[in-house]
Structures are given as C-alpha cells and as structure tokens.
C-alpha cells in the first residue's frame, strides 16, 4: 500500500492544483482527497505532537508563550529590557525541564555604522540573552550565541520601523534528536 | 501554445542583459571637485602604433585629470616622440608648466614597448623618463605606470594609479569579491558567495586578501591567494571570527574573535597559528589595525560607554583613548605615512568621514554624507576611499586626505561596498 501511494503523491505534486481527477498509471489505490488549506498539494503530518522541524509544537504553536523568540533592543545597546524578562524566563525553564534541547541566539543590528562594530554589537545582544538564560537555570552547554551583524536584516527597509525590527536577538531550538531550526 | 514563444524570448532577455550586467560590472568614476592649485600638463599622443597609442595616451590623460592635482592642456596634433627636440617657450605660451612626449615601439624581444619622456617647460629642462615593455592586454598598465612617473616628479610623492583596489558588490542574491585598477577599470571577481563577505583586507605586498566570509552560516576568517585562488582559514572559533588586519611585515593578522564571550582582539600567523590575545575589556573591541611601524594598534571599543577609538601597544598593554568627540566614532585607519588616521564618526544621525591629524589632535569631517563606512587610505596617504550611499544605493567614493577632491565610484549592477585600497604596485 505504501509502495503504491509514494509515485501518486509524486505525481499529484508534480501536477499541484489541478482539480480533475488524476488518472491513475499504476493501476493501484486511487488518490484520497487531499485536506489542509496550503495549497501546495502536501499536508504535513503531525506525529507525536512534533512540528514540521521535528520540534514539539509547544516550541511553535503561535498560542504558546514558547513560539514568541525575538528580543528586540535599543539603539547601541545590548541590554535585556524587563518588557523581555518573562520571555526569557519561560526559555530558561523549557531548557531546564529539557536538558537534551539546545538554543542558538543570533545576534542583529540595523544596518546603521560599522559592518565590524555591528557585528560585535549582535554578539553582544546574543550573549546577554544567553547570560540571562544561564542565570536562570540553563547549562552553558545548552546555549551557543552567535551573530549576523546588520547582514541578514529581516526588514530589509531603511527607517526607524525596520531598524527596530532587526536591533533583535532570535531563539532558534533543536531538539535533543539533532532535528530543529539550526 | 503560441503566447510561449515572446514569452520564452523575453525571459531569455532578461537573462541575457542579467548576466551582461554582471559580466560588465565596472566601476564608473566621476569626479565632484578638485584641488585648488592645479597644475597644468600637456600630454602628447604617443606617436607609433594608433591604437595602443589611444588607449596608453588616454590611460595617462585621464589618471592625471582625475587626481584632481592637473589641468590637461591641449596639445592635440603635435607630433612628437620622446627624441624630438622641445619648443619650450611655445608650450609655455599654451600654458603648460610640462610636456610629456614619448612613443611606441618594439623591444629587442618583439614586445611592445611604451617610451616616454617629461620636460619642465618653465626651466626649459628634461626631467627624465622610462621605457615600459608592454603586451596589448597591458595597455593600460603601461599608461598608469607612465602617469605614476610623471605624477611622482611633479607632485614630489608617489603616484597610485598602478594600485589596485578591493570590494565586495551585492548583486540580487550573490555577494562577490572583486578586485580592480584603482580607476574602477579591469574588475574581476576574486570569490562568488551566497552568503555576506566583509572586511576584506590587502597583505603588505598585495598577492593576498584577509577577509570575512560566512559561507559557513558564520564569520570565519580567511586567507585568500589572488594569483592562485586558493583559500585557508586563519580564525574558525567558537562564535564570531572578524576584522582581519595585517602586520605591516605580513607576518601576523590581527583579529577578532568571541570564542570566549566578547568581541576581543587577538593575534594569529598568517598560517593561522600561535594565537594570542590582545586585549581584555568586559565590553566590544574590535577593528584593530597596525600602525605603519608596527608597534601600535589602533582600534574600536564601547569600554568607556560608547563605541570610541583606541591605541595599545601591539602585544597588547593598556589602552589610550584617542577619540573624545560625540559618541560615536568607529573604524580607525592609519594612514601609511604615520600622521593621520581616518575614521567614521556619527554626528546628529549621520555617518561621515574624519581625519584626525595625530600630532595635533586636530579632527576633520570631510563629508556631509549620511552612511560613509569603511575608510581606506591610497598607499601615498593623499586620497581616503570609502564606502557610502547615493540615492539608496551603495557606492564608493574617493576623497582626499584635505577633503577638497571627491570622486564618486559606481557599479552599474548592485551595491557596492567594503572597500580597501591595496599597496603600492610591486
């Protein structure tokens, strides 16, 4: 049975939205209707309550507090700000109860002044979220910080809105597996 | 099926002037001032073979003109070569303070070669003169030695028009190392990345480039031969590996590394042994770059609360700061002739360039631009290049150590960016 689904899945993703009916070659187990809204002919199973990265979905779900990984900072700063004190906390603890996970930050700046000095800068960032994560609870081990500097911008706009956005630490998880987002 | 056909001709188009683009990726120069004193050359065509005579003759012209130190003064049909006798007193009278006259013939082993001499018009006197040999591909190398001759005796210091110069361009989604002719001309790219290259930096003899590439998902610093294309890593730590700088006997780089936490700055031979580090400070310091001498080392740190200039001894030791104005101030350079350093500073929101005389302490803003970043200065301590923004596009820029000179840079595809001026021609 599983044989016989792979090559009509192929095909039904090689052909993507068509609504006919796709003729079948193999002469096997017709194609079941497809659910999930994405489009792109493929649903994504969920086995075990793990995401699409092999993370479990408390890391991901939008509802969780755990899905929320950016630290936004000031302008030449590299100070944790209290509005991100909970945040980090719940990072802290998740990587308490799971010894096995490990976190990597990365460190941005917005794109204003030394390519070099930025790229301190983002270390900086990284490594303050990291000191508070350790200071909380996690192992040195758990926490690699690293930076990208103003060279991988996500607003790749040039006023106050998108240099806020990239003045920004990410946590990005694996799992104890080696499956995760880095 | 019939719409395929424009369809496929057209994106076929588009690829084409893409990849003609890129291909064609010279810098263009155009030059926004000059100096105040200019002193005025005649340039006579060379006589011999008319087309490399054009592009030698043009080559010359042009170096000249765009140092913004000369006035070109016509001397178009004079038939001159570098034996004919000089009516000084007529070129004088055009207003020319010297003549340069020359030819070109062959070498006794069948090459070309350029010959050239430079007179004084005013003492009516020969100032001397060179004889390049020459390939077709090399037309203008020989053009930009004999403009360095001639720059050198009537400047009174060395000419740069045979240096080179380094910067990475971003074009869509590449990022690409390219090497030229300090006249934007002759480009061609050292390393193609789809990840950021930065700080790119020239060995004291210019056959190598240190520089920052993260095609490794991270900075890591590298080694690069330009004549060879090989590559070795020099610094691959633990977190971030940047802001490589050589020593100026080529034998060590400073660099920096956050193997331990911070930003520090260390030191590694150039095969990527004997690390040490340099400096110890709770904050950020980096961009360290050597003295001429090499016994210093000039660099940035926020160890006093915000980014701001620094020296120590080149093993390391304490710490002088060297910049007090405003609350930003980044990317120390040294000039080769000891006296001044080029850096950015941030006045009210705006990056610009300054020069800070060091015997005096005396600091300059030279630019009203509002992102300058990556100063370099030419190997003669005459023009400081850098990297800015015109129109929301990266270009670079060439301003003189006095500020009066500004040459404008541009690629036609993409930003450029990260430049570094190279060593005299060896």
Redesign the interface.
Known sequence: MKKLLIPALLSALILGCSSTPIPDETGGAPVESRSGSSGTGVAPVVAGGVDANGLPRELTDPKSKLAQRSIYFDL?KYEVKDEYRDLVASHAKYLVANRGFKVLLQGNTDE??????N???G??RA?AVKRSLVLLGAKEEQV??????E??PKNAG?DESAWSENRRADILYKAADGRGEF | MNTMQPFSRRVFLAFFLLTAGLANAQLSIEITGAGANRIPVAIADLSGDPTASRVITATVRSDLERSGLFKLVDASGAALDENSPVAHADWKGKGADALAAGSIGRSPDGRMEARFRLYDTQKGVSLGGAAYVTGNEQLRAAGHRIADFIYEKLTGEKGVFSTRIAYVVKSRSQFLLQIADADGQGAATALTSTEPIISPAWSPNGSKLAYVSFEKKKPVVYVHSLATGQRHIVANFKGSNSAPAWSPNGSKLAVVLSKDGNSQIYSVNADGSGLQRLTQSGGIDTEPRYSPDGASLYFTSDRGGSPQIYRTGANGGEAQRVTFEGSYNVSPRPSADGKSLAFITRREGRFQLAVMDLASRQTQVLTDSNKDESPSFAPNSRMILIATEVGGRGVLSAVSSDGRIKQRLSVAAGDVREPAWGPFFQ
């Open positions: 030449d204003r002044g030394s390519r070099e000095y790229l301190s800068l270390q900086k490594e690699e910080s690293v930076s990208l500097g060279e991988k040039h």
